[in-house]
């Protein structure tokens, strides 16, 4: 059984430039989070998704971040314009509802 | 937001010795779960616990949800070099929401 799917691995990019990250949840699973992780601020959730409706953006940093979940297999976070300091590794976890999270491999982000 | 205290932050031991780690909360959490993310993964689930006074193992692994609701603590017995990694700590609280809070993370390096 395939895990949470996140494209691409491995980005890098100059500032100002619009970034946007993949994932694909585990099938059955309800709800998807977005977290951040960097050595400075640790795992930070971004945004987390129920039944593909978004539940609690709080995390976004500003606007420049925005998340979308059109169907249950599918979401994405896009960054634009890009920083240097966003900077991180980006996770995605899928749930069933209530339940603990799976983590994707996340995507590894550089901004130049 | 909720506050995860993880310690100690990072440990060095030798191959063969016993680890104990905990996490405490600034309030009642409902469910505890522990987490490893080895270098370039994402964090993979080790234990969940769900009842206060909780005590549940897997393998070399045991956790226990505490009493009071708002600590657990991972003990890893008998290390050995792949136990190498961060070990986090993560808990849903009483609000209802879906989201989890994540600890800060223990480093822990085995010496062989």
């Known amino acids: 059984d395939a895990g949470v799917i996140q494209s691409p691995r491995h980005e890098v990019t100059e500032m100002g430039q619009e970034v946007t990250l993949r994932c694909k949840p585990i099938?059955?699973?309800?709800?998807l989070f977005w977290y951040r992780q960097t050595m400075m601020r640790g795992l930070e959730l971004l945004i987390y998704?129920?039944?593909?409706?978004?539940?609690?953006d709080s995390g976004m940093p500003e606007d420049r971040f925005s998340a979308k979940m059109p169907n249950a297999s599918f979401s994405t976070l896009k960054i634009q314009p890009s920083e240097p300091r966003d900077s991180a590794v980006y996770f995605c976890?899928?749930?069933?509802?209530?339940?603990?999270?799976?983590f994707g491999p996340g995507t590894r982000l550089l901004v130049l | 937001g909720q506050q995860l205290n993880q310690s100690p932050q990072s440990m060095f031991i030798q191959e063969g010795e016993d680890v104990s780690m905990n996490c405490t909360s600034s309030?009642?959490?409902?469910?505890w779960l522990w987490y490893k993310q080895d270098p370039g993964e994402g964090p993979v689930l080790l234990i969940a616990?769900?009842?206060?006074?909780e005590l549940t193992s897997n393998g070399r692994l045991t956790a226990q949800f505490g009493i009071t609701r708002k600590d657990s603590f991972l003990n890893i017995s008998a290390s050995i070099p792949s136990d190498v990694g961060i070990y986090f700590c993560?808990?849903?609280?009483?609000?209802?929401?879906?989201?989890?809070?994540f600890g800060t993370g223990t480093r822990l390096t085995v010496i062989p």
């Open positions: 976890a899928s749930s069933p509802p209530w339940e603990t999270q799976y």
């Open positions: 099938s059955g699973h309800n709800s």
């Open positions: 998704f129920n039944n593909n409706v978004p539940i609690d």
């Open positions: 309030s009642i959490f409902n469910t």
């Open positions: 616990l769900y009842k206060a006074g």
């Open positions: 993560a808990g849903r609280d009483q609000t209802g929401a879906n989201n989890l809070f």
